[in-house]
Nanobody
Framework: QVQLVESGGGLVQPGGSLRLSCAAS????????IAWFRQAPGKEREGVSC????????LYADSVKGRFTISKDNAKNTVYLQMNSLKPEDTAVYYC???????????????WGQGTQVTVSS
């Protein structure tokens, strides 16, 4: 089955950086857009960033624009989210998902993985 595995989360101080990874299996990234989502306790899942199948188009939520950078390496079948200047409000579980469109709307009928926890705190 299609599988995306998130990793790279951790505990960082405000202003710190993390790089999240989304490793794909049983499909290749050159045919799908990949989006990052996050969900804080008691909050709805929200779109963070998205990269097109070609990698030439990227989207960012206003809350992370200028601080986060999404990229992909098709040879490694991995999508990355470089997170700089982290703020406490970035604290959430981060998930990645694939879609046929380059969008930060959650895909239909997608089996979400476990995600990776990002905690930003002094």
């Amino acid at each position: 089955q299609v599988q995306l595995v998130e990793s790279g989360g951790g505990l960082v101080q405000p202003g710190g950086s993390l790089r999240l990874s989304c490793a794909a299996s049983r499909f290749t990234l050159d045919a799908y857009a990949i989006a990052w989502f996050r969900q804080a306790p008691g909050k709805e899942r929200e779109g963070v960033s998205c990269i097109s199948s070609s990698g030439r188009t990227t989207l960012y939520a206003d809350s992370v624009k200028g601080r986060f950078t999404i990229s992909k390496d098709n040879a490694k079948n991995t999508v990355y989210l470089q997170m700089n200047s982290l703020k406490p409000e970035d604290t959430a579980v981060y998930y990645c998902a694939r879609n046929i469109r380059t969008t930060m709307a959650p895909p239909a009928n997608f089996k979400w993985g476990q995600g990776t926890q990002v905690t930003v705190s002094s």
